[in-house]
């Protein structure tokens, strides 16, 4: 699976952001034509998307494309343009209901047969941004086809009629609840955009807090936002270290026969290992070890 700590938006219909998001060094760059696009903009994001797709190189940058909505009348013409250019992924935002994922999962699947690509190689992302969404999260997460969950803050505090603050409280429950579906289904999480961009204290902060939470990732919408998320989103030596000390003491005591042991002066049990096992697959995704 691949690790998105980062994951830059980047107007579709703008070839000269495309091709700066390349020198970046981000995880995954998502190619848009929802949200950062302009209705009169749609045919043109299309165009230079695919061409970018053809003619450029992501890399060790995930490429991905987020379409228009299902059933707002463009994610057909996104689909069908996008995918014969084998973009890694398809980010499907505002999903709401199962059928919506059942449409993009046929599409992806016909494709993959018809060039002989494995199936499930074209990997899919979603937005959950609603009320609607958060009330049939279960149901969508299930969903034998995901790859990732994408909380949409910013979306789903205006349909609550939610007043924004830097802490985010508004948002918690949202936001724990995408966490916590994610988590059943083995899935990534990737959590909300900071919009100001300027404020890279605050946006630092944010980070932290989403890895503390236990997101995997976080979107991001401008160049001075990768180096805050990606490094709160990846751990640093002290923590490896410690990680590394107390899943080998694990193994030892397992060996042994014990049950519980102590570490660096504290008891230890199996949910901390879990937690150290965490941050070594952290590390390793972020190419740390």
Same mark, same amino acid.
């Given at each position: 699976?691949?690790?998105?700590? *980062?994951?830059?938006?980047?107007?579709?219909?703008?070839?000269?952001?495309?091709?700066?998001?390349? $020198?970046?060094?981000?995880?995954?760059?998502?190619?848009?034509? &929802?949200?950062?696009?302009?209705?009169?903009? +749609?045919?043109?994001?299309?165009?230079?998307?695919?061409?970018?797709?053809? &003619? =450029? !190189?992501?890399?060790?940058?995930? +490429?991905?494309?987020?379409?228009?909505?299902?059933?707002?009348?463009?994610?057909?013409?996104?689909?069908?343009?996008?995918?014969?250019?084998?973009?890694?992924?398809?980010?499907?935002?505002?999903?709401?209901?199962?059928?919506?994922?059942?449409?993009?999962?046929?599409? =992806?699947?016909?494709?993959?047969?018809?060039?002989?690509?494995?199936?499930?190689?074209?990997?899919?992302?979603?937005?959950?941004?609603? /009320?609607?969404?958060?009330?049939?999260?279960? &149901?969508?997460?299930?969903?034998?086809?995901?790859?990732?969950?994408? !909380?949409?803050?910013?979306?789903?505090?205006?349909?609550?009629?939610? $007043?924004?603050?830097?802490?985010?409280?508004?948002?918690?429950?949202?936001?724990? $609840?995408?966490?916590?579906?994610?988590?059943?289904?083995?899935?990534?999480?990737?959590?909300?955009?900071?919009?100001? !961009?300027?404020?890279?204290?605050?946006?630092?902060?944010?980070?932290?807090?989403?890895?503390?939470?236990?997101?995997?990732?976080?979107?991001?919408?401008?160049?001075?936002?990768?180096?805050?998320?990606?490094?709160?989103?990846?751990?640093?030596?002290?923590?490896?270290?410690?990680?590394?000390?107390?899943?080998?003491? !694990?193994?030892?005591? &397992?060996? *042994?026969?014990?049950?519980?042991?102590?570490?660096?002066?504290?008891?230890?049990?199996? /949910?901390?290992?879990?937690?150290?096992?965490?941050? =070594?697959?952290?590390?390793?995704?972020?190419?740390?070890?």
């Amino acid at each position: 699976m691949h690790a998105r700590r *980062a994951l830059l938006y980047v107007p579709g219909d703008d070839r000269h952001k495309i091709e700066k998001a390349l $020198t970046l060094g981000v995880d995954c760059i998502c190619l848009d034509m &929802e949200d950062g696009v302009a209705v009169s903009r +749609k045919v043109d994001a299309r165009r230079t998307i695919t061409a970018a797709l053809q &003619e =450029l !190189f992501f890399g060790k940058s995930e +490429k991905l494309v987020r379409i228009n909505p299902v059933g707002s009348g463009l994610e057909r013409d996104d689909i069908e343009a996008v995918l014969p250019f084998h973009p890694d992924g398809i980010v499907v935002p505002k999903v709401e209901e199962v059928s919506q994922l059942n449409w993009v999962a046929r599409f =992806l699947e016909a494709v993959e047969l018809e060039h002989s690509w494995p199936v499930n190689s074209l990997r899919l992302l979603i937005g959950i941004e609603s /009320p609607r969404a958060i009330l049939n999260i279960r &149901e969508v997460a299930a969903h034998k086809r995901l790859d990732g969950l994408i !909380f949409g803050g910013e979306d789903f505090a205006a349909a609550i009629g939610a $007043t924004r603050t830097k802490s985010a409280g508004e948002l918690a429950y949202a936001r724990q $609840t995408v966490l916590t579906a994610a988590a059943a289904f083995g899935l990534q999480s990737v959590d909300l955009v900071n919009i100001d !961009f300027k404020d890279v204290h605050s946006l630092r902060e944010e980070a932290e807090t989403g890895a503390r939470l236990g997101f995997t990732g976080k979107q991001i919408i401008h160049p001075a936002q990768v180096e805050p998320v990606q490094s709160a989103f990846t751990p640093d030596d002290q923590a490896i270290a410690a990680a590394r000390r107390l899943v080998e003491a !694990f193994a030892l005591s &397992e060996k *042994a026969g014990k049950g519980a042991f102590a570490v660096d002066g504290r008891m230890v049990d199996r /949910p901390l290992v879990m937690q150290a096992r965490k941050v =070594l697959e952290r590390a390793a995704a972020a190419g740390k070890i």
